[in-house]
Nanobody, 120 residues
Framework: QVQLVESGGGLVQAGGSLRLSCAGS????????MGWHRQAPGSQRELVAT???????DYADSVKGRFTISRDSAKNTVYLQMNSLKPEDTAVYYC??????????????WGKGTLVTVSS
């Protein structure tokens, strides 16, 4: 079993910055993909950013140039630096890990989410 714990959410004014963290723990051989998704009230969950094991990243168009995803593989942690925040970035942010288990299968795990609120 793998546990993911997010931190760093909160209330910030438009134009401000926040840094989210997500630390993973449990039994697994490796973490492959790491990502952040978000879900605003009344909306579906959407992909924000991903980073693969080799370091390549991908971003939703709405956050390109403002958000940066990074990972510390030694700490099993993924970060999301969010700058120039806008009210439309308000959402619950979830981290996601795709891990390889000791029997060499891949599973996807989710954190419980952290709320980001951007005031205008």
């Amino acid at each position: 079993q793998v546990q993911l714990v997010e931190s760093g959410g909160g209330l910030v004014q438009a134009g401000g910055s926040l840094r989210l963290s997500c630390a993973g723990s449990g039994r697994f051989v490796s973490i492959n993909d790491m990502g952040w998704h978000r879900q605003a009230p009344g909306s579906q969950r959407e992909l924000v950013a991903t980073i693969v094991r080799g370091g390549n990243t991908d971003y939703a168009d709405s956050v390109k140039g403002r958000f940066t995803i990074s990972r510390d593989s030694a700490k099993n942690t993924v970060y999301l630096q969010m700058n120039s925040l806008k009210p439309e970035d308000t959402a619950v942010y979830y981290c996601n890990f795709v891990v390889t288990t000791f029997d060499y299968r891949r599973f996807s795990y989710w954190g419980k989410g952290t709320l980001v609120t951007v005031s205008s």
